[in-house]
């Protein structure tokens, strides 16, 4: 606990540092309000100069939404890239056949050699896998 | 904002010049606190910007304190040119009789090279506490360090103060 005394002559040397401190900041040179007051339009206008950026940007990304460019072409872009894509892979997924394959009307001749020749294949490929 | 950066900037350039002893390292420190407020915390309440604005300034101080000693073991053969400190004050203020103006001018010059002696924390602690007005919370917030290191570098703050003066006027409080 602090005696009275003591109480007494720290408030005094408060007293007179505060004074003192007071006495000093009210009577700054010419110099240095001026440097001061450069310092704070500085601070100030980095802030709005941040803000606008800032707003900047959104108001940038807001266009860019709304610019009928962006909302016509992306979309038939987007629609070109998969078309082609969906062709590719459908290309790639079933060959395709002969024309000779195609033919409806098939003579009745051509159709039993045509099994015959299933048939000769078959017993020559079941031979040859006995042998082995 | 405007408005309080006006009536902060006397008092937050003399704790940053006490901490500095360089008026342009203090308007550095200043000006870096002021736009990292002004950017940062700008929607906060407007009570909330004092002590915001003295813990930034806070900060920035501890890291010039930081960087000026590795730059003094780097570069320790170099001897930093030595400004004049504090700067000279207008006096057209004065209307006090010269006599009386001479004594307290000397008076209040010693007890800014006093508080110049005192150890950074002691300092910034005295000229928080004492000057401006904060809170032990407050100052323990800004300083980060805990209450009772705060109470602790006022008090040796103040002890120290009052030999320095009492030595130096052969006065006794």
Known sequence: MKSPSNEE????V?????????HSVAHLSKNTLSDLARVRAVALSQSNAQTRSRKSVINRC?????????????????????????????????????????????PNEDFAMLEDLEFVTWLAENEQSALL | MEAFLIDIEKRAYRMASFATGSHADALDLLQDSMIKLVSNYQDKPC???KPLFYKILQNKIRDWHRHQKVKNLLFFWKTDEV???????????????????LAKSQQQGAALEHLKQLSPKQQQCFLLRSWEGLSVI???????CSQGSVKTHYFRAVSKLRKLMESDHEITF
Do not use: R
């Open chain 2, 47 to 49: 009570k909330e910007w």
């Open chain 1, 62 to 106: 807001i266009d860019w939404l709304f610019n009928p460019f962006i909302n016509v072409g992306v979309p038939i872009a987007v629609a070109v890239v998969i078309a082609i894509s969906v062709k590719y892979a459908s290309i790639d997924a079933i060959p395709e056949l002969p024309l000779a394959m195609m033919a409806t009307e098939v």
């Open chain 2, 138 to 144: 407050d100052t323990a917030d800004i300083m980060q």
């Open chain 2, 83 to 101: 400004q004049e400190w504090p700067p000279a004050e207008n006096d057209d203020h004065n209307l006090e009789t010269p006599e009386n103006s």
């Open chain 1, 14 to 22: 408060k007293l007179a540092c505060n004074d003192a401190l007071d």
């Open chain 1, 9 to 12: 002559e720290e408030g005094k």
